[in-house]
């Protein structure tokens, strides 16, 4: 089974647009990670935040805010007034405590048209 | 500037060759990794290294091997028992194994036929 889904293969918006990408995981741990990373056309992934299971608090910034619920193992991104230079995959990962493994979502590309 | 950094950006090989991607990095990190990523997957890992002389496998080691032999560098070697190799490859590292941190580096683009 998956440990991160995301099932937004791609989405496509135009600029200014709000966008919300979903990110879905599945763990027995009670101490884990969430990761999201941006991958640019360049290739090299860019960390973007990381929200550890005993913080549910929401987190801004700029025009990015992610959103994370334990209820529905849920830690979803939203991009406000996306811009072309968010153009990107982006993706979603999780690390357990007691394992030293990252497992990754299959990523959701973002195209942000002008 | 700190970072990881890998060679070359594009490689092209001939079916049934070996071919060695390098990844090193200045970060004085102990643990490194290599992952692969196909079109529409996430990152697979490969191999990893908690310390020099240490290496473990990954979730799709067959067809692969690295080295460890300085802390800087993690060399993967993509042999000719690897059925599909070409991908994207990842190297990234962390201070220690386990560490909620990894860097990554640019990837290597690595092409067969």
């Known amino acids: 089974a998956q440990k991160v889904t995301q099932a937004q293969t791609e989405i496509s918006v135009v600029e200014k647009e709000d966008v919300t990408l979903d990110c879905v995981y599945e763990?027995?741990?009670?101490?884990?990670?969430l990761f999201w990373y941006k991958q640019p056309p360049s290739g090299e992934l860019v960390f973007l935040i990381r929200?550890?299971?005993?913080?549910?608090q929401n987190e801004i910034s700029g025009r990015y805010s992610w959103n994370f619920q334990k209820s529905t193992s849920s830690f979803n991104f939203t991009i406000t007034a996306s811009q072309v230079v968010d153009s990107a995959v982006y993706f979603c990962a999780l690390k357990e405590d007691n394992f030293n493994k990252f497992y990754f979502g299959s990523g959701t590309k973002l195209n942000v048209k002008p | 500037d700190g970072g990881i950094t890998q060679s070359p950006k594009y490689l092209f090989r001939k079916e049934g060759q070996n071919v060695t991607l390098s990844c090193e990095q200045n970060?004085?990190?102990?643990?490194m990794y290599w992952y692969r990523q196909d079109p529409g997957q996430g990152l697979r890992l490969i191999y990893y290294s908690q310390i020099v002389n240490d290496f473990q496998k990954g979730d799709i080691a067959e067809g692969y091997s690295v080295s460890r032999e300085k802390k800087e560098s993690f060399p993967l070697t993509v042999t000719s028992a690897q059925k599909n190799p070409t991908a994207f490859y990842l190297c990234?590292?962390?201070?220690?194994?386990?560490?909620?941190?990894?860097?990554f580096g640019p990837g290597t683009r690595l092409t067969v036929t």
């Open positions: 929200r550890n299971s005993f913080d549910e």
């Open positions: 763990t027995r741990d009670t101490t884990y990670y």
């Open positions: 990234a590292s962390s201070k220690r194994l386990g560490s909620y941190e990894q860097y």
């Open positions: 970060l004085n990190h102990d643990a």
